[in-house]
């Protein structure tokens, strides 16, 4: 079963804009990654953020986490035309029934970017 | 470091036939999980080994099988295909970050069942 819910399931916007996506979970996590998907083609690990963080940098990529909300965003600023793809947020099993080395990954969001 | 590498990359089996697929995860993990992603269901646990010995499995029929090697190479296998298999499969391998895992993925193979 889905353990994250990515919103919006899809989302348009143009060279440049900023795109936000979020994600939501319903137990309690030891760590939260970030994944992109380019059409059809293996995971990229873009970002891991642990339950004790509340906000993580990589280059044009910001993630943060509500652990009371049990929800994090991605925020991809300047967008391009190469960062269209589908992004998945996936939680470390940990406490739910499982042990490491299971990720459980939510439905993704799918952005265009147009150029 | 050489990424993860899956083989073969696409595969077309027709159904009731079996079927294995390769993993070579990046040199120094000993971690390597296994997925399956379908656009009803999207990515699902298959099973997880590491140093040869199978430490979790997902919610799947026992048609699906997997194993790893000393080098941690690793394999899975799915018998008697059913058109419900046709997915892309993806291999990850692990690397501990102190208290966490960071999974790394392979491309995938893509396998048809007609």
């Known amino acids: 079963s889905q353990q994250g819910e990515e919103d919006p399931q899809a989302l348009s916007i143009q060279e440049g804009e900023n795109a936000t996506m979020n994600c939501s979970y319903k137990?309690?996590?030891?760590?939260l990654q970030w994944y992109r998907q380019n059409s059809g083609r293996g995971l990229v690990h873009l970002i891991l953020i642990r339950s004790n963080e509340r906000e993580k940098h990589s280059g044009r990529l910001r993630v943060t986490l509500d652990t009371s909300k049990k929800s994090s965003s991605l925020l991809i600023t300047a967008s391009r035309a190469a960062d269209t793809a589908s992004y998945f947020c996936?939680?470390?099993?940990?406490?739910?029934?499982?042990?490491?080395?299971?990720?459980?990954f939510g439905k993704g969001t799918k952005l265009s970017v147009k150029p | 470091k050489a990424g993860v590498t899956q083989t073969p990359r696409y595969l077309i089996k027709t159904r009731g036939q079996q079927v294995t697929l390769s993993c070579s995860p990046i040199?120094?993990?000993?971690?390597v999980s296994w997925y399956q992603q379908t656009p009803g269901q999207g990515l699902q646990f298959l099973f997880e080994?590491?140093?040869?010995?199978?430490?979790n499995k997902g919610n799947f029929p026992g048609r699906f099988s997997g194993r790893q090697f000393s080098n941690s190479r690793s394999e899975m296998n799915v018998s008697t295909l059913e058109l419900g298999d046709s997915a892309l499969y993806l291999c990850?391998?692990?690397?501990?970050?102190?208290?966490?895992?960071?999974?790394?993925f392979g491309p995938g193979t893509r396998l048809t069942v007609t």
């Open positions: 990850a391998s692990s690397l501990w970050a102190g208290d966490s895992y960071e999974q790394y």
């Open positions: 996936a939680t470390d099993a940990g406490n739910y029934g499982g042990s490491q080395g299971n990720l459980i």
């Open positions: 040199s120094g993990h000993r971690s």
């Open positions: 080994y590491f140093s040869e010995t199978q430490r």
């Open positions: 137990t309690s996590i030891n760590n």
